[in-house]
């Protein structure tokens, strides 16, 4: 039973942007922060940004004005703009909910 389902990667030129989506269940989505985690190749997962149930929000100091993260009550679904991405932005994002994990979504950005 997929309870988080990511969408929206995809691959886009420096300084391009991208918005990622994470649809949740009902009770998943209104009982938990929200965020959004990224893995590059031979690099650990590292959290980008998250949402709380209460909206307040944390970013990643690597993406601090450039992505905002918001989510949406009606929809079940969270989402992550990315404005100005780098090459260094490259990875597989996951949508996490407490300990549930999306299947991953691919951005890879390059010229």
């Known amino acids: 039973q997929v309870q988080l389902v990511e969408s929206g990667g995809g691959l886009v030129q420096p300084g391009g942007s991208l918005r990622l989506s994470c649809a949740a269940s009902?009770?998943?989505?209104?009982?938990?922060?929200m965020s959004w985690y990224r893995q590059a190749p031979g690099k650990e997962r590292e959290l980008v940004a998250k949402?709380?149930?209460?909206?307040?929000?944390n970013y990643a100091d690597s993406v601090k004005g450039r992505f905002t993260i918001s989510r949406d009550n009606a929809k079940n679904t969270v989402y992550l703009q990315m404005n100005s991405l780098k090459f260094e932005d490259t990875a597989v994002y996951y949508c996490?909910?407490?300990?549930?994990w999306g299947q991953g979504t691919q951005v890879t950005v390059s010229s």
């Open positions: 996490n909910a407490g300990s549930l």
């Open positions: 949402i709380t149930t209460g909206f307040n929000t």
């Open positions: 009902v009770l998943i989505f209104r009982l938990n922060t």
